[in-house]
Nanobody
Framework: VQLQASGGGLVQPGGSLRLSCVVS????????MGWYRQAPGKQRELAAT???????DYADSVKGRFTISRDAAKNTVYLQMNSLKPEDTAVYYC??????????????WGQGTLVTVSS
């Protein structure tokens, strides 16, 4: 099983980006999925999560600006980021709780995608 994140880049304050994370491999089903971020010199922190039924949760720092969604048919989770601020600069990591075809449930992480918010 692999998670491939994409969509990061350089954006000006107030701008928008959309991150994507595709899950591939020996998948029976996918449970909760999420986005975490790690700023330079700081610990990794939660940005947003979404359950298999579509319930979402957000860090207070991103509420009202970020939207997490998923496409079950494409095994993909998205993070729409609007009104970006310099403090949103970080490496963004996706994760997914995967029930594999060998019936093992494993939490997988993507490789991270860098988001830089700067003028």
């Amino acid at each position: 099983v692999q998670l491939q994140a994409s969509g990061g880049g350089l954006v000006q304050p107030g701008g928008s980006l959309r991150l994507s994370c595709v899950v591939s491999g020996s998948i029976f089903s996918i449970g909760a999925m999420g986005w975490y971020r790690q700023a330079p010199g700081k610990q990794r922190e939660l940005a947003a999560t979404i359950t298999s039924s579509g319930s979402t949760d957000y860090a207070d720092s991103v509420k009202g600006r970020f939207t997490i969604s998923r496409d079950a048919a494409k095994n993909t989770v998205y993070l729409q980021m609007n009104s970006l601020k310099p403090e949103d600069t970080a490496v963004y990591y996706c994760n997914a709780e995967v029930l594999r075809t060998d019936w093992r449930k494993v939490l997988y992480w993507g490789q991270g995608t860098l988001v830089t918010v700067s003028s």
